[in-house]
């Protein structure tokens, strides 16, 4: 230990790995209490205690006084400290024979031959303490570095400076980008090309990002606050389109294929289609009923009048005998899980070329499908059906517009529509809840929002559709249990409350109402039966061009109407289901958010100040305003005196849109 220290002494102590000065205030035995820098009281005992400097605090007993005087003397300290010859020191007490160690007042002995000037001790001693070059500290022993530790400190420290400098360089230039007083040019990007990826990466990932530190640490400098921040910049300084979304790149989402995928298409579209072991049902009249944008069409319908009976066709294309298992394009599809559906544009499962040369069923285009026919007798009950495999040629895509308008007054409409109202009563006496909510219709052209509508599905059509696809996927389900072939089934086993039919479907609430009765679906290589839809079994199956899942089932039915057998087994299939899963999931999140966006871009852009909506919650001093016209949500903050109530009418003004962070500014008009 050094010499004891007397009150009022300026001292070194030890603190964790470093030092730290205090004042001593009190003295008891072998325990001294010492004024630390951050003005509180530290009792030390002697081997905490690193060096006695013989000078004397200014500043007799005053807490806050000592803290303000030993942080400006550590900053005094810290500013001279580069101007201590630590290398010569070291040269003076360096052998290379010998391991160099030593105390430190055997160094100030050897260096110092007047240890009467403290001042100047008391800096080399905080110089020697703080470097790394020259001397390293272990416990009460100061060792020399060697020549090779010395030559690599040094390195280490000139790459850091090198990279403070550049560092600096960096924050001034995205700081005249922030503020407008340049422009982005080639050089300076691929210059700083670095920082910029710090800020993109924090755009993406947000706190999930791999260098998060580091882009903190950057865009705390540069007074980025936060992900939407960081956006912005990117959209202003040209890097990023306006409209760029990061929720892609979080979430690896591709819009291009691999060219090993392109490739693998090219062949696949060139090569001869064999239909040898497909029925041919040409001579059918088979139409399909979709929206009039619809490119991937999976399904198409056929009605043939037999006296008494009726055969219903149900035609899916059938992608199997396309896509082979395990190539590039089945992987791809498998990473994707689902088609993107969005305003400005879809993200396919398969590229386009794929779905419109070999798996849409375009009309009057040969093509292979996966039938189910189904026998219903005169009362429309099922007498029998069977799966499959089929050479087809649709003759009419038919919109649900024109659907409605002139396939329904047919004799052929007219009976499908019959047999579907039963197929839906009957699933409506097993506890079905027939349940479709309105989705909004954006259209986008060249990044403008054309138009904004709801779209209704409940027309006949539509109802028409939803039951022929209900029953495809209950048989196919019924299929595979009967026959113990290992499915993903999906299932609710518990009761929908009876509460749901009491809610007003005309009521404009009912969308924000209904919510809380629904129930996450079951997912199981168990069949058990769906009590919301009021059926026995039910599978995904019919939606192949769009769901990887669907196809998988599809691979699974067919390779058991073969004659070969189950190719996938339960254990097989729950794997799949969680690699898709997430993939699913995000999908939904991604069509959400950029349905949300390009609704309040459409507001924006044709400035629409004013909205009629109603309160659908209210907790607290947080209101949420349901607006029916856009199926929009928005959050306002109210007065604990505003008397509030769900169901009120209300009328709003926009006060700010900010499209990036998707939130909207808004008050009461009135």
Not at 345 to 371: H, Q, W
Not at 564 to 571: E, F, K, L
Not at 624 to 630: D, G, L, M, Q, S
Request: net charge neutral.
């Amino acid at each position: 230990m050094p010499a004891t220290p007397k009150l009022n002494e300026i001292i070194f102590y030890k603190k964790r790995n470093f030092i730290s000065l205090g004042v001593v205030c009190e003295i008891s035995g072998d325990k001294f209490t010492v004024i630390t820098e951050e003005g509180k009281q530290l009792i030390l005992d002697s081997e905490q205690i690193v060096y006695c400097s013989k000078i004397d605090s200014l500043k007799i007993g005053n807490s806050s006084e000592i803290k303000l005087e030993l942080r400006s003397l550590r900053k005094e300290l810290d500013t001279q400290r580069q101007s201590v010859d630590l290398k010569t020191a070291w040269e003076c007490l360096y052998d290379p024979k010998t391991i160099s160690e030593f105390k430190l007042n055997d160094i100030l002995d050897l260096y110092f031959n007047d240890r009467s000037n403290y001042k100047k001790i008391l800096l080399f001693v905080w110089a020697i303490q703080r470097d790394e070059t020259y001397f390293k500290k272990q416990d009460d022993l100061i060792y020399l570095n060697s020549l090779e530790e010395i030559q690599t400190v040094i390195k280490r420290k000139e790459e850091a400076e090198k990279k403070a400098s550049e560092k600096k360089a960096a924050i001034k230039w995205i700081t005249d980008l922030i503020d407008g007083s340049i422009d982005l040019q080639d050089d300076d990007t691929n210059k700083f090309s670095k920082y910029l990826e710090l800020i993109k990466g924090y755009a993406i990932y947000i706190d999930k990002y791999e260098s998060l530190k580091e882009a903190k640490s950057l865009l705390s400098e540069v007074g980025i606050k936060d992900e939407i921040a960081a956006l912005e910049f990117l959209i202003n300084i040209g890097l990023w389109d306006k409209n760029e979304d990061p929720v892609f790149k979080r979430f690896a989402i591709k819009k291009t294929y691999s060219q090993k995928v392109i490739s693998e298409s090219s062949e696949l579209i060139c090569k001869d289609i064999s239909y040898d072991r497909f029925l041919d049902i040409t001579k059918l009249e088979l139409f399909s009923i979709d929206d009039e944008n619809t490119k991937d069409m999976d399904d198409a319908l056929s009605v043939e009048l037999l006296d008494d009976k009726t055969r219903i066709g149900v035609h899916i294309s059938n992608v199997t005998s396309v896509i082979e298992s395990s190539s590039y394009l089945d992987k791809e599809a498998l990473k994707r899980g689902e088609t993107i559906y969005l305003a400005e544009g879809n993200i396919s499962m398969f590229p386009s070329e794929v779905v419109d040369k070999l798996l849409t069923l375009s009309e009057k285009n040969m093509r292979k499908a996966v039938s189910l026919f189904v026998t219903f007798d005169a009362d429309f009950n099922i007498s029998n059906y069977e799966f499959i495999q089929t050479k087809i040629k649709v003759k009419r895509n038919i919109s649900y517009k024109e659907a409605n308008e002139s396939l329904l007054k047919s004799q052929q409409g007219k009976r499908l529509l019959e047999i579907a109202k039963v197929l839906r009563e009957k699933r409506i006496k097993n506890g079905a809840i027939i349940l479709q909510l309105p989705t909004m219709k954006i259209s986008v052209d060249d990044d403008t929002v054309k138009s904004v509508s709801i779209y209704s599905m409940t027309t006949d059509a539509h109802n028409i559709i939803a039951e022929f696809m209900i029953l495809l996927n209950n048989l196919a389900g019924r299929y595979f249990a009967e026959n113990k072939i290992p499915a993903i089934f999906r299932s609710q086993i518990e009761n929908t409350s009876e509460d749901i039919n009491s809610l007003d479907r005309d009521n404009d609430l009912f969308p924000t109402q209904v919510i809380k009765f629904l129930r996450p679906t079951k997912i199981t290589t168990i069949a058990e039966p769906h009590k919301f839809l009021g059926i026995d079994a039910y599978v995904q199956i019919s939606s192949p061009i769009r769901r990887y899942l669907d196809l998988v089932l599809q691979r699974q039915l067919i390779s058991c109407l073969d004659g070969t057998g189950p190719i996938y087994s339960n254990a097989a299939l729950e794997k799949i289901y969680s690699q898709t899963e997430m993939a699913v999931k995000e999908k939904r999140l991604i069509e959400k958010s950029r349905e949300r966006y390009w609704i309040l871009k459409y507001l924006s852009d044709n400035k629409i100040s004013e909205l009629q909506g109603i309160i659908s919650s209210v907790r607290d001093k947080r209101v949420t305003v349901y607006i029916p016209e856009y199926l929009l949500d928005l959050a306002i903050a109210v007065s604990s005196d505003d008397q509030l109530e769900v169901g009120n009418k209300a009328k709003i003004l926009i006060n700010k849109i900010d499209l990036n962070r998707r939130k909207v500014s808004i008050s009461f008009i009135n």
